[in-house]
């Protein structure tokens, strides 16, 4: 319920208060320890498509991994499962450039999924956060292939 409230009040907040942007911060020391690392989810997730457009149009949009149950609305094109166990590659870290409200800064990870290529054209985003409370690194890892 508590992820449902936050998942609402963050929408309302970008549509509210416009477009937020974001600065790549991977080379900063703090972060760059990310870029590559593997993880596992260690719960069933779900990938979300969220329009980004005001009249919730198909364009522009974003995936974003997110615990289940997720939420609901206009703004959710499309939801798949994400079941536990899969895995992704983070690719780069990002900061909101202009979320002045935020008590801490808002933060996420662009990944390419390895346990489901039909979002290898896309760019997919994960919380930060979830990284250390529901997703566990992998420190041996085979081929994507």
């Known amino acids: 319920m508590l992820l449902r409230c936050v998942a609402a009040l963050t929408f309302l907040l970008l549509t509210g208060c416009g477009f937020v942007s974001y600065e790549d ?6 972060y760059s320890k990310y870029v590559g690392t593997r993880y596992r989810t260690t719960e069933d997730m779900e990938i979300y498509r969220i329009s980004m457009e005001r009249n919730y149009g198909p364009l522009p949009s974003i995936y974003e991994i997110v615990q289940s149950p997720g939420f609901g609305g206009p ?3 499309a939801r798949t499962d994400f079941p ?8 780069s870290v990002k900061r909101c450039k202009d979320c002045y409200l935020d008590e801490e800064p808002r933060m996420h990870v662009v990944v390419r999924l390895d ?3 039909r979002f290898d054209d896309w ?11 529901h997703m566990q690194e992998v420190t041996e890892f085979g081929s994507r292939d």
């Open 75 to 77: 703004e959710v094109l």
């Open 84 to 91: 536990e166990g899969s895995t992704m590659q983070i690719l």
């Open 115 to 117: 346990s489901d290529r």
């Open 25 to 30: 911060v991977s080379g900063e020391p703090e």
């Open 123 to 133: 760019e997919v985003q994960v919380d930060l956060g979830l990284l250390s409370s």
